[in-house]
């Protein structure tokens, strides 16, 4: 391939940008031009396609969000959609695309992938919610993000005596609330992935409390219901007074960690290998610390799974 595009698609994810970088710079380093796809598929419907040079990406590495900018994108759900994006990136002379984001831009990649258009995909999201790779772009900055909120509400809940619920993102998976709970020393964590037991939670709270305890800290993820449903329960059931904080959007932003700066690295610059090998269909992932792909169709078909003993432990933990 002589010519590539990248785009950057569904919810941001801090890396993004050093792994836009990966791409832009390998590909050049090898005589590849590479285009930008900006506003991720709605920009690609629409042609809004540029070349991208070395200084192009200059100076993104450590900058959080986006340079491509991003959308979701409804048009390019139907095969119009998708079609006017192929005609798009042959009218611009663009032999293979690769595409930064998480599962809904991965099946956008698969849907072009199916109508004989080389896709690789590179997981980007802060919910480590891909199949095919044990961590994706922008969950390491966010989880970062999560515990110095939960340290700092840990101040004043303990000045307050206080029971705080923290409501963090993950849409349908709990990895954020998982990995924060555990690292930010959370009495209890509530995942989709795993039924909570409301008179354990509240037998826990008392026993802490009894046991002097000046704080305690719960960490829900936003797909198992929102932290103020959760007050709202605790309170019927227990007649127990929380506060609670939903860190939102908070946690879409800043500086990615170096962890994501080199993750970002090595999955871009590995789609464009992909590429130049002549391999499209493929969704690049990281396992064991090693570098990994798979069929990007058989990828989306493999469930997304929760350590669960990483859960267990979290209990053990938190007696
Ligand atoms: O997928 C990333 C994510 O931040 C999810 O954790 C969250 O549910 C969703 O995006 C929020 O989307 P939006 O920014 O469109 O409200």
């Known amino acids: 391939m002589k010519r590539i595009g990248v785009l950057t698609s569904g919810g941001d994810a801090p890396g993004m940008n050093a792994a836009v970088r990966a791409v832009v710079r390998k590909a050049i380093y090898h005589n590849v031009e590479v285009y930008g796809v900006y506003q991720g598929y709605n920009g690609l419907i629409n042609g809004n396609i540029e070349k991208l040079e070395l200084g192009s990406v200059g100076d993104i590495i450590h900058r959080g969000g986006t340079k491509l900018y991003t959308a979701r994108c409804e048009e390019f759900k139907t095969r119009e959609g998708q079609q006017k994006g192929i005609e798009q990136l042959k009218a611009h002379g663009i032999e293979g695309l690769v595409v930064i984001g998480g599962d809904g831009s991965y099946r956008g990649a698969k849907a072009l992938t199916e109508q004989g258009y080389p896709c690789v995909g590179v997981p980007g999201t802060i919910d480590n919610d891909i199949p095919g790779t044990e961590l994706t772009i922008g969950f390491d900055t966010a989880l970062n993000t999560v515990i110095d909120a939960i340290d700092k509400i840990r101040d004043t809940a303990t000045s307050h005596e206080r029971t705080f619920i923290i409501e963090v993102m993950g849409r349908n998976a709990g990895d954020i609330a998982l990995w924060s709970g555990l690292a930010g020393g959370a009495e209890t964590i509530l995942i989709p ?127």
């Open 193 to 319: 992935e795993d039924n909570y037991d409301m008179d354990e939670i509240v037998s826990r709270l008392k026993s802490g409390q009894e046991r002097g305890k000046k704080h305690s800290i719960i960490v829900v993820a936003e797909g198992v219901m929102s932290g103020d449903e959760f007050a709202k329960s605790l309170k019927e059931k227990a007649n127990l007074e929380t506060r609670v904080s939903v860190l939102g959007h908070i946690q879409r932003g800043g500086s990615p960690t170096a962890a994501d700066r080199v993750l970002a690295s090595r999955l871009g610059s590995r789609a464009v290998e992909l590429l130049m090998e002549g391999k499209g269909g493929r969704a690049v992932g990281i396992e064991k610390n090693e570098l990994v792909d798979y069929d990007i169709i058989e990828a989306l078909a493999m469930p997304h799974v929760v350590d669960l003993d990483m859960y267990k432990l979290s209990k053990e933990l938190s007696i």
